[in-house]
């Protein structure tokens, strides 16, 4: 099956229908209330990239250099507790 959002997965996992592959941060209201769970599978990373885009020039101020600050220190925070984790790869390694 092939549903187009997290909320069409996350209703079908709901309803029996199977599992998925869903955002950590996607289900983090339904692992809290337990009604969904993660389900680790040996062997199997699923990683995806993000990319932050704004356009040349000066930085931004405000609110957009806010977020980018934000987004920033947030990815060196994450990969910090990767690395100490043990968890962190290297994409095609």
């Keep these: 099956m092939n549903l187009d959002s997290s909320e069409a997965i996350k209703s079908a996992v709901e309803a029996g229908l199977g599992v998925g592959f869903v955002s950590r941060w996607a ?3 339904e692992l809290e209330l ?20 704004q356009r040349s020039g000066p930085v931004p101020q405000g609110p957009a250099g806010c977020f980018l ?3 920033i220190e947030r990815v060196r925070a994450l990969s910090a507790n990767l690395k100490r984790s043990g968890r962190f790869r290297l994409p095609g390694r």
């Design 34 to 53: 337990g009604i969904l769970k993660i389900v680790e599978v040996p062997g199997l990373r699923v990683t995806r990239s993000f990319t932050l885009a």
């Design 69 to 71: 600050s934000f987004a």
């Design 27 to 29: 289900i983090a209201k």
